[in-house]
């Protein structure tokens, strides 16, 4: 009986460790279950997340997939860790290029061609890496989508920027030198070539932003822009300038030209508080956040040098007599002086806005020089009022950001204005037709109406003024979202058109 019963007890025990063991395996599936429940749903968003951001760029569709699916699950569902991702991918391409060019320095150093032209690119690549720094902190500092969609036009103009720099740097190497062209070779396939197709790309999604947030419901307030030559009611004080003007240059701007208070002055003869330009350019403030306006007035006089403005040197403002009197010229080129035709610059601008004024730069090369730039510049919002810019080949080049020129004379007579800036080529098929926006605006004549258009999928017809506005050179030149063309215009005292010449 007793063994019956120690029997019973075992099998009931046993029975109670099955349904143990049952119930352990049932609560493991339901975790695992969830578990891959969610990871599909990561998978699923990132997919769609993927899809919308990569259905308009005109680069690689699978490289855009590739960029894009760096994104950590845990950030699948913010459309700005997309963007970063994009980014980050093109900063570790500019890098590894960057210590390739490092790499071959150390074995150019006899090769003058090779060095200059590493000098050169090394220099644009440092520059690309501060642009896209500072995408990356514009990037931090809005907090949701919408946010960065109102930065967009700085955003734009940062990556063009890289685009512009990488270019540079290729541009730079020449292929008669054949180790020159083994290293241009082995930049583009080991990093050049990505920096540009991940660029194009992520300038496509930000382009494209407006559209991509709307699908992913998230409301996009866009603001018109003011076709007046004047800066938005709203955004300007009751002296009409815009609330980050300071008041320093508000004085500056009132006064005539005669009153303007230097804060160094350049003369030939010795009047001044320096004898050359870039002695008085390396004067600029040591101090990190220097406020205000730095002027330098350059007396009459034919200045013989080459100048720079670092980059570092913000907000300088730099006037002569007159471009007819005041001349800042040189002659170093492509030809007599062997030199790269970036290198060839009688003035470089690097820093942010600068403001030149009655002024000449020239470069006297001539003819038998080639390519000899009179001035480079890459200074974002920056600006030429009443300058001369002389040279024969490739006289002003244009390398990246925002510009603006007003009566200026620019001469030569083989590429003259020149850089990496968009431009438009004729049109040729219909492969590209899903890509556009197609729109029309204030027709007149026998061909006004719209009525037997093309289907085609981005054909919009007429559209609004403020909607037509957008395609204006305001859209081009503004500067990010309490910034507008007319703004940064205006604060440089420069005057201009922005919107339309008619009606």
């Given at each position: ?472 050179v305001a859209e081009f030149l503004k500067g990010g979202p309490n910034n507008s063309a007319d703004q940064w215009l205006n604060a440089l005292g420069v005057p201009f058109d922005s919107g339309f010449l008619r009606p």
């Open positions: 009986m007793e063994k019956k019963r120690k029997i019973i007890v075992s099998i009931v025990v046993s029975l109670s460790l099955i349904l143990v063991a049952v119930v352990a395996t049932g609560v493991i599936m339901a975790v695992n279950n969830k578990k891959s429940n969610g990871a599909d749903e990561v998978q699923n968003t990132k997919e769609r997340f993927t899809s919308l951001m990569c259905r308009n760029t005109q680069e690689d569709q699978n490289l855009c997939r590739e960029v894009l699916s760096q994104v950590d699950g845990s950030s699948s569902s913010d459309p700005k860790a997309y963007i970063d991702a994009a980014v980050n991918d093109i900063r570790d391409s500019v890098t590894t290029a960057l210590k390739m060019i490092t790499t071959e320095e150390e074995f150019s150093k006899d090769d003058n061609g090779i060095k200059m032209a590493i000098d050169g690119c090394k220099e644009v690549m440092e520059s690309a890496l501060s642009s896209l720094d500072l995408f990356s902190n514009a990037l931090r500092s809005n907090h949701d989508i919408n946010s960065v969609q109102t930065q967009s036009p700085d955003l734009k103009n940062w990556l063009s920027a890289v685009i512009s720099y990488q270019q540079s740097c290729v541009d730079i190497f020449e292929d008669q030198n054949e180790g020159e062209r083994k290293i241009k070779e082995q930049l583009q396939s080991q990093s050049l070539d990505r920096v540009e197709k991940v660029s194009i790309i992520t300038l496509d999604i930000v382009t494209g932003l407006a559209k991509i947030i709307e699908d992913l419901g998230v409301h996009v307030q866009m603001k018109p822009i003011s076709s007046s030559g004047r800066v938005l009611r709203e955004e300007v004080d009751n002296e009409g300038f815009p609330d980050w003007f300071s008041s320093s240059d508000r004085k500056l701007l009132a006064k005539d030209v005669k009153f303007y208070v230097p804060n160094v002055v350049v003369a030939k003869d010795g009047s001044g508080n320096f004898r050359t330009i870039q002695d008085a350019i390396n004067s600029y403030p040591k101090t990190k956040n220097f406020q205000g306006r730095y002027i330098i007035y350059v007396k009459t006089g034919i200045y013989k040098e080459n100048c720079t403005v670092p980059s570092h040197a913000m907000n300088v403002f730099m006037y002569g007599d007159g471009p007819t009197k005041t001349i800042v010229t040189a002659s170093m080129s492509n030809v007599t002086h062997n030199l790269k035709t970036m290198l060839t610059a009688t003035f470089v601008n690097k820093a942010g806005m600068f403001l030149a004024k009655d002024m000449r730069f020239e470069n006297a090369a001539g003819a038998k020089g080639h390519q000899a730039v009179a001035l480079r510049n890459v200074g974002d919002f920056s600006a030429f009022y009443n300058c001369h810019i002389h040279g024969y080949q490739d006289t002003l080049y244009v390398q990246a950001n925002r510009q603006f020129y007003r009566n200026c004379e620019i001469a030569g007579t083989v590429d003259f204005i020149f850089g990496t800036s968009p431009g438009w080529a004729p049109h040729d098929g219909n492969e590209m037709k899903g890509f556009l926006d197609i729109c029309e605006y204030g027709n007149t004549g026998p061909a006004a109406s719209v009525h037997g258009r093309i289907k085609w999928k981005g054909y919009r017809g007429i559209i609004t003024k403020n909607e037509a506005m957008r395609f204006t």
